[in-house]
């Protein structure tokens, strides 16, 4: 069971990662912050990388790793804009649709099937999204509109989606080199690509990152233990068990969000969040 914790803590620390920056995206450009935030993690990881050396590169890594760069770039943007413009506790909490993705996206990539009870975990996901968006519209139909019509939750939803193939591609690049390696290219190719981007835009880019610093060290910090943990947990179970234990970063989500911001409604949409997660942990029980 040390998947389950290590998982888990990944989740908590996942959530953190967030709340930190929406935090900041309050006082800085948020191009040049994540900018920032990977380049600083590919700088520590790398450090990782020199004391443990390089390892041996199995033949799937390149693909895999063309394949999580190219879609974490773009699940950052959306990322960013959802946290940007919307309540973390009401965002945050639809990346529970990962695991109902990974059951159709897992047997093509790698072929780990999900079954059993699968079913019932999606209907409890299902449900939990309209309990989060309860208040959000009235009516009946009011929930299923929000989903919609709330660009936060929507774009967080096309984030699971895409998160669904890239969970699976995390796994291959991880066991074909390991997490230092791995780790440190994806984020120094990230971290360039949002630093180019930030140039382009004529950000002041020194000035900011200058007087961020401290909360850049914070979203680098928490990220990193997300990385590792939930890496490691891959030796140990397939993909759509740590992805569910970890999309109990909507619980943890919901709960920053009321401690961190202040927000509103935080009972009905932790009752929805609380839904949400037990039908991925109930995914991962009937794989």
């Not at 804009?81 to 309540?87: H, R, V």
């Not at 509103?264 to 039908?279: E, Q, S």
Request: overall charge positive; some cysteine.
């Amino acid at each position: 069971m040390i998947w389950f914790y290590s998982s888990l803590a990944g989740a908590f620390f996942s959530a953190l990662y967030f709340a930190l920056i929406k935090k900041e995206e309050e006082r800085m450009d948020y191009i040049v912050l994540i900018g920032a935030v990977y380049l600083l993690i590919a700088l520590i990881l790398g450090a990782g990388l020199f004391l443990t050396g390089i390892p041996e590169i199995g033949e799937g890594f390149a693909g895999a790793f063309l394949g999580m760069l190219v879609l974490n770039i773009g699940t950052t943007f959306l990322f960013l804009e959802a946290l940007k413009i919307s309540d973390i506790s009401i965002s945050l909490p639809m990346t529970a649709f990962t695991p109902l993705f990974l059951i159709f996206t897992s047997p093509l990539i790698n072929g780990e099937f999900a079954d059993g009870m699968g079913i019932y975990g999606i209907l409890l996901i299902v449900a939990g999204s309209y309990i989060l968006h309860l208040k959000e519209e009235k009516g009946i139909m009011g929930p299923l509109k929000s989903i919609i019509q709330n660009k936060g939750s929507l774009y967080m939803l096309i984030v699971a989606f895409i998160w669904s193939f890239s969970a699976n591609f995390d796994k291959i690049a991880y066991i074909n080199s390991n997490s230092f390696f791995y780790g440190t290219f994806l984020y120094l190719g990230m971290g360039l690509f949002f630093a180019v981007y930030a140039l382009m835009k004529k950000k002041d880019i020194a000035r900011q990152v200058k007087k961020g610093f401290p909360g850049i060290v914070k979203i680098s910090a928490s990220c990193i233990l997300t990385f590792l943990l939930i890496t490691f947990s891959y030796s140990f179970a397939i993909v759509p068990y740590v992805i569910s234990i970890k999309r109990m970063s909507a619980l943890f989500g919901v709960v920053l969000g009321g401690v961190m911001f202040k927000e509103k409604n935080i009972g009905v949409r932790f009752i929805g969040a609380l839904v949400m997660v037990a039908g991925a942990v109930t995914i991962a029980l009937g794989t």
